[in-house]
């Protein structure tokens, strides 16, 4: 079993104990399918997926996470979210592939604009204009038409998953240990175990899950030498791996009090 399907199968464990039955099906018969349900609790990423799960939030069906807010983790709309609700985040801007960019501060990251990182080089650690350069012209080659360019933040890399309303929230350092998706961890280093304000991390991430409208959710931050706190990145629904057991509870409690709004709505 793979980690997506074993925290559904942890959530839909914890969801029977307390009397609710869900059925766990594949997006390729999500989208085949008649849907009749009054909720749908979802780890979707396929375009189709998220348009059927759309139309059926239109009609009134609640989805945890909203399908609107996946959408909202695609990597422009979370920078400008973000910034735009003064949320933590790195120095950014959102530009065309199509145009020349002279930029002037390196090192910085170059992010593909139009959805989250599916490969590795869809997230490129630049170092000169020459390297800047080459990752422009992949995206272009690859039809990424959009891209998100960070300033480099030097400081210790953590990554964090929570669900909101609720008291849990877990984080930990990605070095030395191997929990990596492509390796890019390896740039910040070892982890100096600076000190934060671990409520302040919360906060933030709270506040970028309503913000986002994906209340169940993962990201990373960078804590610099003086304690400040800066969200990197933010991700619907992960995999919850490290903590599964806790976070399946928690989800299926979540989820618990959106069906009794809905009953007693």
């Keep these: 079993m793979n980690n997506d399907a074993a925290i559904l199968t942890e959530v839909v464990n914890n969801l029977k104990k307390n009397g609710i039955k869900s059925r766990v099906i594949s997006e390729k018969e999500f989208v085949?399918?008649?849907?009749?349900?009054?909720?749908?609790?979802d780890m979707a990423r396929d375009k189709s997926s998220l348009k059927r799960l759309k139309e059926l939030e239109n009609s009134g069906i609640t989805v945890v996470n909203s399908a609107f807010g996946i959408e909202n983790c695609s990597r422009s709309e979370m920078t400008r979210l973000l910034l735009d609700n003064n949320i933590p985040h790195p120095k950014s801007s959102i530009v065309s592939t199509d145009e020349n960019i002279l930029q002037d501060v390196f090192p910085c990251w170059i992010k593909r604009g139009d959805s989250h990182a599916m490969v590795k080089d869809d997230v490129s650690?630049?170092?000169?204009?020459?390297?800047?350069?080459?990752?422009f012209e992949d995206f272009r080659s690859r039809g990424i038409h959009s891209a998100v360019i960070n300033e480099h933040l030097q400081g210790d890399l953590i990554k964090f998953y929570g669900v909101k309303d609720t008291d849990f929230f877990y984080?930990?350092?990605?070095?030395?240990?191997?929990?990596?998706?492509?390796?890019?961890e390896k740039i910040n280093g070892v982890s100096k175990g600076f000190e934060f304000s671990l409520s302040d991390l919360k906060k933030y991430s709270d506040l970028a899950a309503q913000v986002l409208n994906v209340p169940i959710y993962g990201g990373d931050c960078?804590?610099?030498?003086?304690?400040?706190?800066?969200?990197?990145d933010f991700n619907d629904w992960p995999s919850f791996a490290r903590c599964r057991e806790e976070a399946g509870a928690k989800i299926a409690e979540y989820i618990l009090h959106k069906i009794n709004e809905i009953k007693n709505s």
């Design 171 to 184: 984080w930990f350092y990605p070095s030395p240990c191997s929990h990596s998706k492509f390796g890019l």
């Design 125 to 135: 650690y630049a170092k000169d204009q020459a390297q800047f350069d080459r990752v």
């Design 32 to 41: 085949a399918e008649e849907i009749e349900c009054d909720f749908i609790f």
């Design 222 to 232: 960078v804590v610099s030498e003086n304690g400040d706190i800066k969200i990197i």
